[in-house]
């Protein structure tokens, strides 16, 4: 059973910086790619960015570019998200996903597994 748990979610000030951990079990494969969502409220679920085990790596939400750096430790199994010089507008649930396959997506459907998700809150 695949499993994904988020962790490194809070409330910070404009400009802080957090890290988001994501650790996966029951997947015995070196087959995937992972990735993080965010969803804020009364928004679509978005795309933040992905890598996959074979070293890509892709962001999809063009105003985390230059601030958040995702990356894989794949001996511990973790994803993580940096997020550097956060602002309100990061504001959401941040999701950690996993699909079979190592090309990465922005389509939240092409993922088969989920976390629970981890809130971050950025106030001004």
């Known amino acids: 059973q695949v499993r994904l748990v988020e962790s490194g979610g809070g409330s910070v000030q404009a400009g802080e910086s957090l890290r988001l951990s994501c650790a996966a079990s029951?997947?015995?494969?070196?087959?995937?790619?992972m990735a993080w969502f965010r969803q804020a409220p009364v928004k679509h679920r978005e795309g933040v960015g992905c890598?996959?085990?074979?070293?890509?790596?892709?962001y999809y939400a063009t105003s985390v570019k230059d601030r958040f750096t995702i990356s894989l430790d794949k001996a511990a199994n973790t994803l993580y998200l940096k997020m550097n010089s956060l602002k309100p507008e990061d504001t959401a649930m941040y999701y950690c996903?996993?699909?079979?396959?190592?090309?990465?997506?922005?389509?939240?459907?092409?993922?088969?597994?989920w976390g629970q998700g981890t809130q971050v809150t950025v106030s001004s």
């Open positions: 890598t996959s085990h074979g070293g890509y790596t892709a």
């Open positions: 996903t996993l699909r079979p396959s190592r090309a990465c997506t922005a389509e939240p459907v092409n993922y088969n597994y």
């Open positions: 029951g997947y015995a494969s070196e087959f995937y790619a």
